[in-house]
C-alpha cells in the first residue's frame, strides 16, 4: 500500500510541476510581448497554482485508488518540501508566515483533489 500511495503523489508531483512551468512560461509570454505588468498577475498565478495542487492532488488519489485524502495531504507535503528545499539551499532563505499559510491552503487543496480524484476512479458512472 505504501508503495501505491508513493508512486501516486509522484506522478501528482509531476503533474503540478508541468502545470506550473506551463503556467510561468505563458505568463512570461504574456510580461514579455504585452503591456502587462508583473503586479497584475500575482492572483491569478496563485489561483492557478491552487489549480495545479488539486489537480495533483485528484490525480494521486485516482491513481491510488484509496485513501484519497491521504494521497492527497502526501502530495502536498512532497511538493512543500520541494519548494522549502529550492528556496532554502537555492536562495537561503525559509518560509515566512505568508508562504506558510500558503503551502496550508495547498495542503487543503491537494487533500479535497484526493478525495475527488479516489471517488472518481473505478467508473461507478
Known amino acids: 500500500m505504501h508503495q501505491r500511495m508513493l508512486s501516486s503523489a509522484l ?16 505568463s512570461s509570454l504574456l510580461l514579455r510581448f504585452t503591456s502587462m505588468q508583473e503586479g497584475s498577475f500575482t492572483w491569478v498565478l496563485l489561483g492557478f497554482s491552487f489549480i495545479a495542487v488539486f489537480t ?12 484519497g485524502w491521504l494521497t492527497g495531504a502526501v502530495t502536498a507535503l512532497l511538493f512543500t518540501v520541494i519548494i522549502f528545499l529550492v528556496q532554502f539551499l537555492g536562495y537561503n532563505q525559509g518560509f515566512d508566515t ?3 499559510l500558503i503551502h496550508c491552503g495547498y495542503l487543503f487543496a491537494a487533500i479535497l483533489g484526493g478525495m475527488l480524484g479516489v471517488n472518481v476512479r473505478g467508473g461507478a458512472y
Do not use: D, N, P
Open 11 to 26: 506522478y501528482g508531483i509531476l503533474a503540478i510541476l508541468i502545470l506550473v512551468v506551463a503556467a510561468s512560461f505563458i
Open 56 to 67: 495533483g492532488g485528484f490525480i494521486s488519489g485516482g491513481r491510488s485508488g484509496e485513501k
Open 98 to 100: 505568508e508562504q506558510l
